[in-house]
Each structure stands twice: as structure tokens, then as C-alpha cells.
T-cell receptor, first 117, second 115 residues
């Protein structure tokens, strides 16, 4: 069965420090991978998505970056965190649904709650 | 412009009763998919149900059904026989075929189930 691992679960980092959040997927190959951010009480904002190794698309310009060094590994990074980077970060991968007619992020990681202080 | 609108920030329902969570969307793409997710307090996102724009019948998954009214561009989630464990945030989402790999999420509705 497919599983997705995301760590760490919580993180408190000072302003200006670097960030590295890791997400790995098991049980599938060549998945579409996503990084979302959820501000408190809000919906999900897509940050990055990747359709393959080394292929990263950015949706929102900011001081975050993403990398996909391996097929089932997706990393979210920052060189210098800002206070506004605080939030709940979710990694996801998409599967075909609806009789193989569409895709959705059916599997999400447990999320990382990042607090920048 | 808002693509997905959930107008109910919070909803209360009595245990064992049915509840409808509203969702309207905006798209000019004739091919799209609509999704509902549940997010308990633990933070995980759980995929609930899917409706394709060309589907003739409303989608159902156990106690969840999607009231799809294409002309009105609405995709309301109906939860029948509410249970205490249904208390959570619920998100409506849409993926347009022309939008590639982007799924757009609504702001969510927090559902409270009362005993």
C-alpha cells in the first residue's frame, strides 16, 4: 500500500535560520508531489509541485524553494526563515480517481507545524 | 477571483442528523473535477469524495454524497447520520483540466457535531 512520510511533525525555528522539511513516498513510482501551506484557520495554498525528478514548479514567489533529488523524495527548504513563514506545511501526492479520469491529492502527509520566532 | 467559495465558516449539527456543507465554484473549463476533504484536529487531510464535471449522477461514498448542480456551479457535501467523529474542518476543492496539476482549495467549513 502507498504511504507518505513527512517530518518533523513540529518545528520551532528562529528568524533567519535555514529550513529543511522532508517528504518521502512509498508504494508508488513517479508520483506527482506537492507542498502546501495552511495558515491558521485557512485553506491550503499550493507552494510547489513536481512531476518528476528535478522538475519543480513554483506557484507562489517567496523565500522558499523545493527540490526533488529522488523519485519519491520531495524537500522544502529556506535559506533564511521569515516570521511570515509560520504555518502548517503539508506534503501530498496525487492519484487517479473517478474511474481514472482525474487526479487529486488523495494522500497527504501528517504535516509539519512550523513556528518561526 | 475566488475559484472556490465556502460561505459557512462554521456549522453545527445534532448527532445522527444530516448536514449539508455548501461549496460553489467558478470555472470556464468544461472539464474539471470537484473534491471534498476532511481535516480533523490532528491536521491530516483525508480525501472523501470526487465528482467529475461530466458525471451524470451525484457521487456517493458511504455516508457522504455530493449534491452536484452544474448549472448553478455548486457541489455541496451532504453527510448523513452525523457522528461525533465527523467534527472537523471540511474543504471543497477543484481541479481544472486546463489548470494542469493545480488543485484549488476553498477556505473550509468547520463542522461541530453535538451529542
Amino acid at each position: 500500500s502507498q504511504t507518505i512520510h513527512q517530518w518533523p511533525a513540529t518545528l520551532v525555528q528562529p528568524v533567519g535560520s535555514p529550513l529543511s522539511l522532508e517528504c518521502t513516498v512509498e508504494g508508488t513510482s513517479n508520483p506527482n508531489l506537492y507542498w502546501y501551506r495552511q495558515a491558521a484557520g485557512r485553506g491550503l495554498q499550493l507552494l510547489f509541485y513536481s512531476v518528476g525528478i528535478g522538475q519543480i514548479s513554483s506557484e507562489v514567489p517567496q523565500n522558499l524553494s523545493a527540490s526533488r533529488p529522488q523519485d519519491r523524495q520531495f524537500i522544502l527548504s529556506s535559506k533564511k526563515l521569515l516570521l511570515s513563514d509560520s504555518g502548517f506545511y503539508l506534503c501530498a501526492w496525487s492519484v487517479l480517481v473517478g474511474g481514472r479520469r482525474d487526479r487529486t491529492e488523495a494522500f497527504f502527509g501528517q504535516g509539519t507545524r512550523l513556528t518561526v520566532v | 477571483a475566488q475559484k472556490i467559495t465556502q460561505t459557512q465558516p462554521g456549522m453545527f449539527v445534532q448527532e445522527k442528523e444530516a448536514v449539508t456543507l455548501d461549496c460553489t465554484y467558478d470555472t470556464s473549463d468544461p472539464s474539471y473535477g470537484l473534491f471534498w476533504y476532511k481535516q480533523p484536529s490532528s491536521g491530516e487531510m483525508i480525501f472523501l469524495i470526487y465528482q467529475g464535471s461530466y458525471d451524470q449522477q451525484n457521487a456517493t461514498e458511504g455516508r457522504y454524497s455530493l449534491n452536484f448542480q452544474k448549472a448553478r456551479k455548486s457541489a455541496n457535501l451532504v453527510i448523513s447520520a452525523s457522528q461525533l467523529g465527523d467534527s472537523a474542518m471540511y474543504f471543497c476543492a477543484m481541479r481544472e483540466r486546463a489548470g494542469g496539476f493545480k488543485t484549488i482549495f476553498g477556505a473550509g467549513t468547520r463542522l461541530f457535531v453535538k451529542a
